[in-house]
């Protein structure tokens, strides 16, 4: 189903030319982006900052109440309350952001262009966590309602003033 998705969607981008793309490191991101740059002729780059978020103690784990714990945080986090905490040795809602915002000041500056077109693969949790507020018309509540689903988009557009979305899954800013 992954393959189709990333063939199809390799299909929709078709149009608009990038430069390269960006993707996560785990090993699934990487094979839809190793997809995506083929079927687009494209260089890939891995990117650190947009692995998914790091669970700690909780990662690998399915049990009732490891699910329960998670989903304490992701509900704190959303609702603005204890984004200084994190599972045992994982990451905090700040570190999230934090890695998000350094890398899209990194894209700004090394693709200072207004016409560039750069493609980055990540995943639902990092983005859901990681993008409202850094892109100036999102908000955690829109972004609790619409966590990205797989090769959804999010087409953000940077000005001095700052990122704005375009686009977020199927809702259009334009």
């Known amino acids: 189903m992954g393959r189709q998705q990333a063939k199809a969607l390799s299909q929709k981008l078709a149009q608009t030319r990038f ?10 991101a990487v094979e839809t982006a190793q997809l995506l740059a083929e079927a687009l002729q494209l260089p890939l780059r891995l990117e650190p900052a947009l692995i998914e978020y790091d669970c700690g103690e909780l990662e690998g ?3 009732p109440q490891s699910w329960e714990i998670h989903q304490q945080f992701v509900y704190d986090w959303f609702n603005g309350l204890q984004r200084d905490k994190c599972p045992p040795g994982g990451e905090t809602f700040y570190d999230i952001q934090t890695r998000m915002q ?23 949790g990092t983005l859901a966590f990681g993008l409202p507020e850094l892109l100036q018309n999102i ?6 309602q619409n966590i990205p689903a797989h090769t959804d988009l999010i087409i953000a557009e940077y000005s001095p003033e700052g990122w704005l979305c375009a686009q977020w899954g199927q809702t259009s800013y334009k």
């Open 102 to 124: 350094a890398f899209l000041e990194t894209l700004a500056h090394s693709h200072p262009q207004k016409d560039s077109h750069l493609l980055c693969v990540s995943h639902g």
């Open 139 to 144: 908000s955690f509540n829109f972004s609790r």
């Open 19 to 28: 430069e390269h793309i960006y993707t996560s490191p785990i090993p699934r």
């Open 61 to 63: 784990r399915s049990d």
